[in-house]
């Protein structure tokens, strides 16, 4: 029921695109098209119906989207990465899923953007690295990516509420309404956001995306792993889940049978960063 | 009123015209910054606050020292404070002028600032920043105004003033303690998350924003023979030395803690600012200790009465405690914090050339901003005085 589908998203994007401009400026005459890709077209702002509750806020409000019976629903949606179960292989192909799906292009240096990528126990989890341990654990690489916080501090610090938790836990972006403050990103204590220093459209290779029917981004917003709410929506698993041969489950937390809970059940689990109390719904079964 | 400051003799103008090339210089940068991106900036995926963020911050506490001033004179009915009342307040309309700048040229997609008031959000401290800013600025510009208006007429500040003036002393504790919230509120970054932090801003901020204002002050006296009064520059040096050393105490309160305790997520960045992480020694590290050192040199220099009465050791003073604050804010603020990152990794920050120009171009649109209220303050004084 809350998948942004495209229709949705590009309503929303025009309905944010014309807030945001507020009509014609210096700079929008010096830079004809710069604002926004989605202009025009546009109905009244104060017309159409906000994307969310106001009383709360983030949450979608019912009615607004176009239902689909096959997409998939969850009180709180949920992932499990069985460490067991990854290969270097395994690795790869998710990461690069990801990025081919989401448009995540490669750019080099340190104003990268990074979906779910690769790093070392004591990167993921800093708390818990000690110098004795378990070697086949220890040298294990850790495929992090945006926990979708049961708790999340970028949803609390956002001025616009561009960083926003939908109603079945996923904490999502609207990128047309982000001014790239960049405030989330210093509230996220997972390094899990990145901003588009530059002109993301840029760096793909031949100068086209790799997946058409996914939206690029603009310069001067922040983006993170959506947990695939635009496959969801058609009634997909996210696409590092499908690719992972079994390695990655995803499932509502809320629901005692779900892959996720039932493993959690019988596998010794651990989060990122449990002490601060965000409540990360991604689990890393041992 | 505003017309006297369009008549000066040919040095003020050419000071004007600097600034105003200064300004172009920044508005041109900025608009590369505007094509291509805050790329153009040193700032990075781990360092996504930088020097604008940073000056912002210091600004902050520049515009709420004005406190400092307003108080003694308006509660206490401090005499001495008189003549130089004014030109804190006005002092404290151009730094937030800055601070609003910096915010600005800090957005990824400046066009949509009104979001922000579109879609309030009071979950965000930066909602609140903005509100609190915005009054300040508005209470300021109304009161310092009518004050002046009222001079010239040589009648007492106009009665709907008074709340305002009340307002304004809670309201400048408000701008600095928000702007505190803004890092002491976040998870996961050891080196903001501490409740000192707003009160080492005030104390840092009543340290520099009177500093600032002695300079200012001297410098006026110089160039226009307007005479704060050698009371009111007492007065306030006696205000920077118990700031200042209250400023070194509370960072004593950080680093004991911090240092004791010894929790890493704490202590890596202490460690990282004054000593380098995992044998990578940081680039501010020098600066880090300068800042300490102007510190504890002014601190010697201002406590002894007779020197900080006397103008030749009083300069140097206050010119080594702007330069202790401004490192602290200015520079440690934004390294220390995101330095090491939440992943425990070190990217350091050093701002561009082209972001070094936009941050003098905001800074010289608060200079022009300031130029033209103290010379229609002055000018209106002195033709009071003369008559
Ligand atoms: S991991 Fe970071 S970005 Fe993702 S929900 Fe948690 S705080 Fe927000
Ligand atoms: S950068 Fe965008 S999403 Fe992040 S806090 Fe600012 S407005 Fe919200």
Redesign the pocket.
Known sequence: MMGVNRRDFLRIAGLTAAIGMGGKTAFDLLWPGQLDAAEGGVEGWWKSKTPENPLFPGDMAPGNEVPNPAELTAKRWGMALDMRKFTAATRAAVVKACNQVHNVPAIPGNQNIKWIWETSFEHAFPDLAQEYMDNEVHDLPFLVLCNHCDNPP?VR???????FRRADGIVM??MH?????????A?CPFGS?S?NFADPRKFFPDGKEPNPTYPTRTKG??EKCTFCTERLAKGELPACVEVSGGAMLFGDMADSGSPVRQALRTRYAIRRKNELGTAPQVYYLI | MLEKALKGEPRYWAWVVFLLVVIGAGFGAYLVQYTEGLTITGMSRDVTWGFYIAQFTFLVGVAASAVMLVLPYYLHHYKAFGRITILGEFLAISAVTMCLLFIIVDL?RPMRLM?VLLHPTPN?I?FWDMVVLNGYLFINLFVGWAALGAERKELPPPKWTKPLIYLSIPWAVSIHTVTAFLYAGLPGRGFWLTAIMAPRFLASAFAAGPAVLIMLALLVKKLTKFDAGKEAIESLAKIITYAIILHLFFFFLEVFTVAYSAIPGHLSHLQYLYFGLHGHPSNVMPLMWLALCCGFTSIALLIVPKWRQNHKILLPAVILVFICTWIDKGIGMISGGFVPNPLHEITEYAPTGLELMITFGVYAVGALVLTILYKTAITVKQYKELT
């Open positions: 970028c610090v956002c001025p616009t509420k561009a960083t972006m609207d309404r982000c001014i790239g403050c960049r405030f989330c990103m509230a956001r901003f917003v922040v | 990824g979001n965000s930066l």
